[in-house]
C-alpha cells in the first residue's frame, strides 16, 4: 500500500503496568513475566518478545499466558514482524482471552495483516471487529484502513464510501488527514482534479501533519497533470528548501523541470535537472533532459556528449532507446554522421517491448546515409522504413530524404515520382521545400516551365536558405549566392547564348570564379586570360581578379594567387584594390612561412593610408609576424597601434589580447595587468575572458598582489565552469581556503575540482592528484582520521606511480597513528622509510619520530629508544625534536632512569618549538611523576603545580592538582590536600577526577579535623 502507514505504539501500557503490578509474587513464573513486562514498559521490543516467548514456553499453562500472548504480538508488531504477531493475536482471541484483551487482539489483527499487505486477510479481521464494535473509537483506523484496501482494488466507490463514513464517524479522528488523502487520490484517479486539488492543499498546509510532505508532492502532480505548469513549479518548491531532505525531491526536482520544458523556459528547466544528475534513481532521466535540451538550442556537441555519456552510464535504462536517439540526432546535426549512425543502429537493433523511437532511429539513418552520400544504405534503410513504418507521420520526411537521395545522383525521374505526391499533400514551409527539391528534379528534366512554375512560390519563403536556394535555381542561380557548382551550366548556357556589353565581362568573370571555387583552376586560368585579352582595362577587371586571387589563394593554388595580388598591388591600380593586392600579398607570404617578406608588405600597406579596418588587420598581423621572428619591441610597437589608433576596430581586442601575453612573456607585469584589466573591462565577452582573467591573476601574483589575484580566481571559477582552466583556479582558490583554516569552503571547492573528474584530460597538469591529496589534508587538519586515512587510500589506489605518492603513504600512515592503531602505523611506517632511503625527503624526520612513537605504544621502550635517541644528529635543526625528547623521556623513565628522563623531558619544555604545546605540559606532568614514584612528594607536589599554573590544558591540570593532593596526603597535609580537591571541583567539574576527588575530599576533611597525636 502506498499511503503513510501508523501503528498505535504502546496502546496498552498501562494494563501491562496494572498486570505486572498485581502479580508480584515470588515465584519464578512471577519474576519472568515481571521481567518482560518491565521490557514491553521502557519499550525494548526485542527483549520484551524474547522474554514473553520464554515465558509461554515455560509456563503454557499461568494464569498470565492470555495477557502474553497478546504483549508478545504487540512486541512484534512493534517489530514489524507482522505476520507473527498477527497470529499471536489470533491465538490469544481463541484462548477465550478477557474482553478486554479480546478487542484489541482483533483490532490489532487486522492492523498486522494491513502492514504486511495481505489485503484479505486485513480486510476480514478490520470487518469484524468493525461489526463487533461499531462504535469504538478505534474504528477510525479501521474505517480508513478498509478504504485503503478498497483503493488498492481500484473499488473507488467503496473507498470514498469508506472514508467519507470514517470523516463523519470522526470528524476530530487521528485519521481524518489519511482519509482526505485517499479522497484526493479517488479524485485524482477519477480526473476531477480541481477537486484533488483543495484536497492536496488543505492536507498540505496543516503544520505537522505528517502527510503534508505527500500532499504537497501529489499536488504538484495533479498540477502538472492538468497542464497548470506554473503552479506545479510553485507547489514543488518546498522540495528544494524546507522538504529538501525529503525522499520526494528528485521527483519532485524533476516535475518541475517537466513543468519549465512544458513553458519552454529551458534555461530555468535545466537548473531543476541540475540538481539531482546525481539522485540514483532519477540521475539518468535528468541528464536525458539536460542533453534534450542542449539538443533543442542547438548545442550539438555539448547534448550529444551529455547523451553519449548518460546512455553509457545507465546502458539498461528505460530512457535508453530515446537517451540514444537524441544523441544520434545531436551527431548528425554536428555533422559526425559515422557516430550518429552508431547511435540509431542501436536503436534500431533493440525492438524490445517500451521502445517507441524504432521508427525514429531509421529515419535517422535515412537521413544520415543522404548525408554521407551513401545512396545504396539510403535506398536500403527507407526500404526497410516503409515495410515496417508504413503508417508512421515521419514517413513523408523519409520519401523527401530519398528524393534527395536520387537528385545527388540525377535520377530526376524517380525523384519526381516521389516528390510529386508529397508537393500535392503538402503545406508550409516544408511543402515549400518539397516544391524547391521538385524544380530541381524537372531542372534536371530539362522541363523548364515545370521547374518554373514549381519554383515560383518558393521566392516568398520566409527561409532565407530555401529562399536563397530558389534564387540560385531561378536566373541560373545566382553568383552571389556561392553556390559556385550550381552556377556554372546556367553561366556556361547564359555565355553560350552570346550576350553583348559588361553583361560580357560580368558573366564571364562569376564563370571564371565558380570555375576556381569549384577546383577547375585551369578552365578559371583560361578564361581569366581570355578576358584580359578581349577587354583590357575594364572596370570589372580589378573585382574579378581580385576574386579570382582570393579563391585561388584558398584552393592552395598559392603562385598564381601571388601573381594576381601582385597584379592588383601595381601602382596605377585603384586605390582599393591597390591595398587588397597589398594584403593578399601579405598574407600569402605569411602562409607561405616567408615572415620577412610579409612584415615589408604589411608596412608598405600601412603606408597608403589604409581604411581603419584594414590597417588595424595589417598592423595587428605584423606584429604577429615580427613576434615570430623574435623582434619583440617591434611587435609591440605594432601592437600599440592597433590598441592606441584603431580602438574602434574588430581587431582592437585581439591586439590587447596579443600585447598583454607578449608583455607578460617578457615580464613586463605591471603593463601586462594593465592590458589584461582593460581587456576584461572593455570585452566583458571576449571569446578567451577565461584565459583573460586566469593571466591577470598571474600577473598580480607576480606583483605580489595576492588579494586580487584570488578574487580573479574566485571570478574565473564562478563565471567559467568550462573553462580548461577552471580546475586550477578552483583548486588554487582551495588551497587558500585551506591555508586559512577555512575548512568546509576548502573542502566544497575541493569536490567542485574532483566531480569534473580531470584525469588525463588537456589541462589536468596534475590537478586532480593534487586536489586528491589536498581533500585528505583537510579531513587531517579537521583530525577527521578515518575520513583522511580513506581519501589517501582513494588517491593512492588512482596515482600508484604519482608523484604525491610518498606524501600520501606517509598521510595515511600518520592516520592510522592517530586512531591509535599503532602496529599497523608502525608497518606503515617502516614501508615508508625504506621507500624514502636516500632521497631525504623533508618528512624522513617526522618518520622517524612516528616510528619511535609507535614502539613506545607498543611497550618496546628499548626499539624506540634506539630511533628516537637517533633523531637529533641525523637531522639537526628538526622542527619536533621536542617530541623525540619526550619519547626519551619515556623510554629512560621505563629503565627507571628518572635523573636522565626528567632532562629529557626538560629539554621538550625549554625548546622554543615545544614551549607551551601540549607535549611541554604532557613532559612536565612526567617530571612531577618521577619525583612521585621515587617517593619525593614535596619535589612531585612543586612540579604537579608547576603545571597547573604554567599550562592550559584542563584535562592534564586536572589530574596535576589531583596528583598534588596526593603528594599532600603522602606528606600528612590534610588541609592543604582537601584544598586541592576542592579547588579541582570546582574549577575542573567535568574532569575524569572530579568523582575521585569529591571522595577523597570528604576523607581529607575528616583526617584534617583529627586532633594530632
Known sequence: MSVTRWIQRGLPLGLVVALAAASAQADEASDQYAVAA????????????????????????????????????????????????????????????????????????GEAAYLAD????????????????????????????????????????????????????????????????????????????????????????????????????????????????????????????????????????????????????????????????????????????????????????????????????????????????????????????????????????????????????????????????????????????????????????????????????????????????????????????????????????????????????????????????SQLAQASLLLASQRFSEAIAPLESFLGGGPQGDAVVKGMGQLAICYARTGQLDRAKKLYVEIIAKHPGHDLLAPTTEQLAEAAYDAGERDWADKLFAWLAADGQPPEYHRKGLSGMAWSQFKAGKLEESAATFARLLETDPSPELAAEAALVRAQVLEQLKRPDAALAMFD???EKYSGSDRYPQALWAAAKLRDDLEQDRQAADLYERLAKEFPQFAELDAVLYRWAWALADLGQTEPFHALLKRLSTEFPESRVWADATFRLAQRAYSATQYGEATDLVKAVLDRKTAGAAGDNGIRENALYLRAQIAAAEEKWAEAQGHFDAMVKEYPDGPLRLLADYGRAEAVFRQGRYEEARLAFEQLAGKAQGRQEPWEAAVQLRLAQTLCHENKWNEAYEIASKIESQNPGFAEQ?????????????????????????????????????????????????????????????????????????????????????????????????????????????????ARADERLKAARQRAQKPTS
Open 38 to 109: 518491565g521490557h514491553y514498559r521502557a519499550q525494548r521490543w526485542q527483549l520484551a518478545a524474547e522474554e514473553f516467548q520464554a515465558f509461554l514456553d515455560k509456563f503454557p499453562n499461568d494464569a498470565n499466558r492470555n495477557p502474553s500472548l497478546f504483549f508478545l504480538g504487540e512486541a512484534l508488531l512493534q517489530l514489524e514482524n507482522y505476520a507473527e504477531a498477527r497470529r499471536r493475536f489470533h491465538e490469544c482471541l481463541a484462548s477465550g482471552t478477557e474482553e478486554r484483551f479480546a478487542k484489541l487482539a482483533l483490532f490489532r489483527a
Open 118 to 469: 495481505t489485503s484479505d486477510l486485513a480486510k476480514a479481521d478490520l470487518q469484524s471487529f468493525h461489526e463487533k464494535y461499531p462504535a469504538d473509537e478505534l474504528n477510525a483506523f479501521v474505517l480508513s484502513y478498509l478504504g485503503e484496501i478498497a483503493l488498492a482494488a481500484k473499488d473507488l466507490a467503496t473507498a470514498e464510501k469508506l472514508f467519507q463514513q470514517c470523516l463523519q464517524q470522526f470528524p476530530e479522528g487521528k485519521m481524518q488527514d489519511d482519509c482526505r488523502f485517499g479522497l484526493a487520490r479517488i479524485r485524482e484517479k477519477q480526473e476531477r482534479r480541481e477537486e484533488a486539488e483543495r484536497l492536496y492543499l488543505a492536507i498540505a498546509g496543516k503544520t505537522g501533519s505528517r502527510l503534508a510532505e505527500d500532499a504537497q508532492f501529489r499536488l504538484g502532480a495533479v498540477q502538472y497533470a492538468g497542464g497548470k505548469y506554473a503552479d506545479a513549479v510553485k507547489t514543488f518548491e518546498p522540495f528544494d528548501s524546507r522538504l529538501a531532505a525529503s525522499p520526494r525531491r528528485p521527483t519532485a526536482m524533476l516535475g518541475s523541470g517537466w513543468a519549465m520544458v512544458k513553458l519552454d523556459r529551458l534555461d530555468e528547466a535545466r537548473k531543476y535537472f541540475e540538481k539531482i544528475v546525481s539522485d540514483p534513481k532519477l540521475g539518468t532521466e535528468a541528464r536525458y533532459w539536460l542533453g534534450w535540451i542542449l539538443k533543442t538550442q542547438d548545442q550539438w556537441d555539448a547534448a550529444s556528449k551529455m547523451l553519449l555519456e548518460t546512455a553509457q552510464a545507465d546502458p539498461k535504462h528505460p530512457l535508453a532507446p530515446a537517451i540514444r536517439f537524441h544523441a544520434g540526432d545531436a551527431l548528425l546535426r554536428a555533422g559526425k554522421t559515422a557516430a550518429a549512425l552508431e547511435q540509431f543502429n542501436w536503436v534500431a537493433d533493440h525492438a524490445e517491448a517500451g521502445n517507441e523511437w524504432i521508427d525514429d532511429a531509421v529515419r535517422g539513418k535515412v537521413q544520415a546515409g543522404l548525408l554521407a552520400k551513401d545512396h545504396a544504405s539510403v535506398d536500403r534503410d527507407a526500404a526497410v522504413f516503409q515495410t515496417r513504418f508504413a503508417g508512421s507521420p515521419l514517413r513523408a520526411d523519409v520519401e523527401r530524404f530519398r528524393a534527395q537521395s536520387l537528385l545527388d545522383r540525377k535520377d530526376f525521374a524517380r525523384a519526381v515520382e516521389i516528390l510529386e505526391p508529397l508537393v500535392k499533400a503538402g503545406g508550409g514551409e516544408r511543402g515549400l521545400e518539397e516544391r524547391y527539391l521538385l524544380s530541381l528534379a524537372y531542372e534536371g528534366l530539362k522541363r523548364y516551365d515545370e521547374a518554373r512554375a514549381t519554383l515560383a512560390p518558393v521566392l516568398a519563403s520566409a527561409d532565407p536558405r530555401l529562399k536563397a536556394d
Open 641 to 643: 597601434l592597433v590598441i
Open 882 to 994: 621536542f617530541e623525540a625528547d619526550y619519547v626519551i623521556g619515556r623510554c629512560l623513565a621505563s629503565r627507571a632512569d628518572f635523573d636522565g628522563a626528567r632532562a629529557a623531558y626538560r629539554k621538550v619544555i625549554k625548546s622554543p618549538q615545544g614551549e607551551k604545546t601540549e607535549t611541554a605540559a604532557k613532559a612536565q606532568l612526567m617530571i612531577a611523576e618521577s619525583y612521585f614514584h621515587q617517593e619525593n612528594y614535596a619535589a612531585a607536589l612543586r612540579e604537579f603545580l608547576r603545571l597547573e599554573i604554567l599550562y592550559a590544558y584542563p584535562d592534564l591540570q586536572a589530574a596535576a592538582v589531583m596528583q598534588a593532593a596526593q603528594c599532600h596526603e603522602s606528606l600528612g597535609e590534610w588541609t592543604q590536600a582537601a584544598e586541592l580537591y576542592d579547588r579541582l571541583i570546582k574549577t575542573y567539574p567535568k574532569s575524569e577526577f572530579t
